[in-house]
Nanobody, 125 residues
Framework: QVQLVESGGGSVQAGGSLRISCVTSGYTFSTYKMSWFRQGPGKEREGVAVIITGGAAIYEDSVKGRFTIARDNAKNTLYLQMNSLKPEDTAMYYC???????????????????WGQGTQVTVSS
């Protein structure tokens, strides 16, 4: 049974930092592409960052230079380090996993089979 459990969300002031985590189980973590998506109030869910098995990563333009995605294959855990946070980063953040790396750089929701329940990040101005 595949499980993805996010944690580490919270409230922070603009300019602050947070690191969110996604602990996984039930599959071979090291072989899957892993991503973070987010859905802000009144917005559609969007891709934030993706990382594949070799460590290559892609970021959505608005978070480049501020967010870093990382994976620890020994701990079956995905991370998102978020620095210089802005109010527009306020959203529910979800981790997602899929065994296929086809089209991995496109950050499409439809290409992910497994999802977590999300962790809320709120940035105040």
């Amino acid at each position: 049974q595949v499980q993805l459990v996010e944690s580490g969300g919270g409230s922070v002031q603009a300019g602050g930092s947070l690191r969110i985590s996604c602990v996984t189980s039930g599959y071979t973590f090291s072989t899957y592409k892993m991503s973070w998506f987010r859905q802000g109030p009144g917005k559609e869910r969007e891709g934030v960052a993706v990382i594949i098995t070799g460590g290559a990563a892609i970021y959505e333009d608005s978070v480049k230079g501020r967010f870093t995605i990382a994976r620890d294959n020994a701990k079956n855990t995905l991370y998102l380090q978020m620095n210089s946070l802005k109010p527009e980063d306020t959203a529910m953040y979800y981790c997602a996993a899929d065994p296929s790396v086809s089209g991995w750089s496109r950050l499409l929701q439809s290409s992910y089979k497994y999802w977590g329940q999300g962790t809320q990040v709120t940035v105040s101005s």
